[in-house]
Nanobody, 115 residues
Framework: QVQLVESGGGLVQPGGSLRLSCAASGIIFRLYAMGWYRQAPGKQREWVAGITTAGSTNYADSVKGRFTISRDNAKNTVYLQMNSLKPEDTAVYYC?????????WGQGTQVTVSS
């Protein structure tokens, strides 16, 4: 059974930084691409960033140059380093993995950017 547990969210001022973590279990982590998504109040969940098994990364235009996704296969963990945060980055952030065509999600971690 796939389990994803996000952590690292919180309240930060505009221009600040946070690093989110997502610990995975129940899968051979190194064999799967991983992704981060977010959902703001009243909006649909949107893709933020993805990382392949080889470490190649992609980002939504709204976060490109500010966010960095990375992975540590030894720790079965994917990270999202978020810099230069803006109020519009406020959302619940989720990590995601697709295993056998089935999408799995963590419980999410709240990020609030406000002065």
């Amino acid at each position: 059974q796939v389990q994803l547990v996000e952590s690292g969210g919180g309240l930060v001022q505009p221009g600040g930084s946070l690093r989110l973590s997502c610990a995975a279990s129940g899968i051979i982590f190194r064999l799967y691409a991983m992704g981060w998504y977010r959902q703001a109040p009243g909006k649909q969940r949107e893709w933020v960033a993805g990382i392949t098994t080889a470490g190649s990364t992609n980002y939504a235009d709204s976060v490109k140059g500010r966010f960095t996704i990375s992975r540590d296969n030894a720790k079965n963990t994917v990270y999202l380093q978020m810099n230069s945060l803006k109020p519009e980055d406020t959302a619940v952030y989720y990590c995601n993995v697709v295993v056998g065509g089935r999408s799995s999600w963590g419980q999410g971690t709240q990020v609030t950017v406000s002065s």
